[in-house]
């Protein structure tokens, strides 16, 4: 193998095969379907029928039967067939059948592999030499799960068993404590635990609805945005959630993600879209009117939702919804002002970036390929990849990833990786070149010399959708949000009855200078007052006793530096709005 990753992924796709074996080993009626490498390991489907299917207690034998198999150091070598040759094979297999079918209405070449002497699958190849490279204690079979057939729900449900596979049993380990770790950190629990955000049965899975603490969290990081964004001149633009079929079809997004759309019809029998994406309706407000280069660029921003027809079963929390809260920014300009224009977008993403503590971005270079079918001339294609590749080499030379054949349909684009507190990488802001769109819909400026002339759109996203930010964050920052984003940011905590009154002058001073302030007035003890803050995560609570009321003073304490100590009201408003300010 070229690299430590292709040896990975080498051993981790023999384990696939190494799973079929003592699957089939337990259960000689299973069918096998597909079982391909994954991130951090592999799967397998299977059609368990009716004759026994394993569950969760039975992983345990499966994967002692898979290092039994590991440690006879089988061979893994390959058999090149005709397709009738292995539909001979594979003749009690449906499966099998047509994905050979498949294969050879493509005219691709069929291959069997085998481990050992006589088990083999039907298979493309990336294997170890011998399962003896796969060290024992390096896997884990890790749970089960319902499948479709091929991802289509009208097809049958297979059974789906998770493999974890590394290269040691020492970063297996520390895989298995970093998960650990994770399920501590979910988003979905301490979003309940902070009373943040809730699912409704009556509503539905896949759409979340906002408490007045979380959509404190939403307000502040959407205001951070468009901060940012008022420093750039973008405009503030509004469009409406519905639109008629016709402008995804000229902007070819029906044709693409016709399936992800929810589509309603009116009392007249029109059929109207619930819109997926803005950038069509953008190049609507562009279009309104004839552009002059004077103008231009023009920068449009809206934080608004749009909504895919996600399948049920990939929805996951706030990680994949049905309705997603767009910070949605499409900038129109001349191909001079191309490099520019990405540069101060880059500038924002970083700046934003750095402020929620994820101070090291790793720019993806996601570019088209020949084996995906992308969208628009091939000539403007190469122009904005090169345009890309340029400001690549210039601001991240060396440190950039390439991802071919990620570019979306309509462009190549950067999108920023981010690694949180656990080392997870994932997928935040992104730049987008678009030549398409302002194809399709006409788009034109007047030149100089009063020739018309395309634009190009860029499309920027800087927290992207606000619900995949927070559910990264959340588990980021294990609900520890810094002052100026906090739903509340300082509770006051008399210790008796008689210190309420200095606590509600405190609270009235906070308050007044748009502090979020509680104030705990209950009839608890300290001890239980100081938990229930911290319970909530709140950064600062300020003890009110005798001294502290007899001073005009309040006794602060910080969620994780402690006890800070006895100040005065002025000194505490003007501690928390400059940190608030600064936003440290």
């Given at each position: ?13 023999s ?9 089939k ?56 067939v ?7 094979y ?9 994905l050979?079918?498949?294969?050879e209405k ?23 030499e ?6 024992v ?11 479709y ?90 469009v ?26 009116t ?25 002059s ?238 938990r ?53």
């Amino acid at each position: 193998m070229s690299t430590s990753t292709d040896y990975l992924s080498a051993k981790r796709h023999s384990l696939a095969h190494v799973l079929l074996m003592a699957v089939k080993h337990h259960y000689p009626h299973a069918l096998p379907t597909i079982g391909p490498v994954i991130e951090n390991g592999f799967y397998y489907d299977f059609d368990f029928g009716t004759s026994g299917k394993p569950g969760l207690e039975d992983l345990e034998k499966i994967e002692k039967t898979m290092k039994e198999i590991v440690s006879q150091n089988l061979a893994f070598r390959h058999e090149e067939v005709t397709a009738d040759q292995a539909r001979g094979y594979f003749e009690v297999n449906p499966y099998k059948k047509e994905l050979i079918d498949g294969l050879e209405k493509d005219g691709k070449t069929i291959t069997l592999y085998y481990t050992g002497d006589d088990f083999f699958d039907l298979c493309v190849g990336g294997h170890t030499e011998t399962t003896g490279e796969i060290a024992v204690g390096s896997f884990k079979l890790d749970k089960i799960a319902g499948a479709y057939w091929r991802g289509d729900e009208k097809n049958a449900m297979l059974t789906r068993i998770y493999g974890l596979a590394f290269d040691t049993q020492e970063e297996l380990d520390a895989y298995l404590v970093q998960q650990e770790e994770a399920k501590k950190r979910d988003h979905r629990i301490i979003g309940q635990q902070l009373n943040l955000f809730i699912f409704s049965p009556l509503v539905g899975p896949g759409l979340p609805l906002w408490t007045p603490r979380g959509t404190i969290l939403r307000t502040e990081i959407d205001n951070f945005v468009q901060e940012l964004r008022k420093e750039h001149n973008y405009g503030r633009v509004t469009v409406p959630h519905f639109t008629k079929p016709d402008l995804y079809i000229k902007s070819q997004h029906y044709e693409k993600y016709g399936d992800d759309l929810f589509k309603v019809k009116t009392r007249d029998g029109h059929e109207l879209c619930i819109k997926p994406m803005n950038c069509p309706h953008h190049a609507q407000i562009y279009a309104s009117q004839l552009r002059s280069y004077k103008e231009l660029p023009i920068r449009y921003s809206e934080t608004t939702m749009v909504y895919r027809d996600e399948q049920s079963g990939e929805l996951n929390g706030l990680s994949r919804v049905l309705s997603i809260t767009q910070d949605d920014a499409h900038i129109f300009c001349r191909e001079s002002q191309l490099k520019e224009e990405m540069n101060n977008v880059w500038t924002l993403i970083e700046r934003f970036y750095s402020a929620f503590g994820f101070n090291s971005l790793t720019p993806r270079f996601s570019r088209r390929n020949d084996d995906v079918k992308f969208k628009g001339n091939i000539e403007l294609w190469e122009k904005a990849e090169g345009a890309i590749r340029t400001l690549l080499d210039e601001r991240a030379a060396g440190t950039w990833v390439d991802g071919e054949g990620e570019a979306a349909f309509y462009g190549p684009k950067i999108d920023f990786m981010a690694k949180d507190a656990l080392g997870r990488s994932h997928q935040v802001g992104t730049i987008q070149l678009d030549f398409v769109q302002p194809t399709n819909f006409e788009l034109e400026y007047v030149s100089e010399e009063g020739k018309r002339e395309m634009p190009v759109m860029i499309h920027c996203a800087i927290a992207g959708s606000l619900e995949r930010f927070l559910s990264v964050y959340i588990e980021h920052t294990a609900g520890n949000f810094p002052l100026w984003l906090s739903p509340t940011q300082i509770s006051i905590v008399p210790i008796a009855e008689a210190h309420h009154e200095h606590a509600k002058n405190v609270h009235y001073v906070l308050q007044a200078a748009n502090i979020r302030v509680e104030a705990d007035m209950s009839k608890e003890g300290l001890g239980k007052k100081i938990r229930a803050a911290r319970e909530m995560k709140t950064p600062y609570w300020a003890v009110i006793g005798d001294a502290e009321v007899a001073n005009g003073t309040v006794t602060l304490e910080h969620r994780t530096e402690g006890k800070i100590g006895e100040i005065k009201i002025e000194e505490l408003l003007s501690k928390l709005t400059e940190e608030i300010k600064n936003k440290k």
